[in-house]
């Protein structure tokens, strides 16, 4: 599954700045308002992509940033030459299986990839174990629209939703639940208010992994 998602990723790599920079440069500011990093922080941010949010950064804010896209972390690597941010550190890291020890980060975000990656749960609970005790976590995700043209055609793209990168409908509240994610606070994002911006506090250890499955029953709504 893992193999599928970087050959999908390695096609978007080449369009996705142009095409999802703009969809979702609303929810970028927000969560990275909404975030706050301040001086000295260490940052991770999970399945970073093409990098799009690593220019806000101020340089005295430590950022990692981790994908399993090579093509993905390609373009994020030309940016941090581009904009000169010796700040950020790439690698490729799987997020379900992490190499960093833990209680590492003060903030991590998972900016639309929680419902990309193959376990949900296994990703999120590796998510709280890098984390710090009492640091923060900030999700962002689609989460569908009421709006009647797009929610058919989302409808109509429904079954290929998956196999073409977009990610599956997971049922997040009960993601965060079974994940003890207690929700801080929360708001809508993007055009048409498509997606939801999570924060969550780690104040909790990890539940024993759950298989993915468990969470891709019902569309979050
Ligand atoms: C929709 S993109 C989001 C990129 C970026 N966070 C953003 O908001 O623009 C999803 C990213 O998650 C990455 N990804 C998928 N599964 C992953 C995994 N198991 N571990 C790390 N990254 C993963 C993909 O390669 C892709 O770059």
Redo the contacts with the bound molecule.
């Keep these: 599954m893992?193999e599928h998602?970087k050959k999908v990723?390695s096609f978007y790599s080449w369009i996705y700045d142009a095409f999802?920079g703009k969809i979702?440069e609303h929810g970028?500011y927000v969560a990275f308002h909404m975030m706050n990093p301040k001086a000295n922080e260490t940052v991770l941010?999970?399945?970073?992509?093409t990098g799009?949010s690593l220019p806000l950064y101020a340089k005295n804010v430590e950022v990692v940033g981790?994908?399993?896209?090579q093509e993905?972390l390609d373009k994020a690597q030309r940016k941090k030459q581009y904009y000169n941010l010796s700040n950020v550190n790439l690698y490729n890291?799987?997020?379900?299986s992490m190499t960093f020890a833990s209680n590492t980060f003060d903030k991590v975000i998972a900016?639309?990839?929680i419902t990309?990656?193959?376990d949900p749960l296994r990703?999120l609970n590796e998510i709280k174990r890098v984390c710090k005790k009492d640091g923060e976590i900030f999700i962002?995700n689609y989460t569908g629209c009421n709006y009647k043209l797009i929610a058919a055609f989302e409808k109509f793209i429904s079954p290929f939703r998956d196999k073409v990168g977009l990610g599956k409908h997971i049922d997040l509240n009960e993601l965060l639940r079974y994940a003890n994610l207690p929700v801080l606070s929360e708001q809508r994002v993007n055009f048409l208010e498509m997606c939801r911006l999570i924060k969550c506090k780690n104040t909790t250890t990890t539940t024993l992994p759950k298989t993915a499955s468990t969470f891709c029953q019902h569309r979050d709504s």
């Design positions: 893992s998602i990723y999802f979702f970028r941010e999970v399945g970073v992509g799009l981790i994908d399993i896209s993905m890291m799987d997020a379900s900016s639309h990839v990309v990656v193959t990703t962002v």
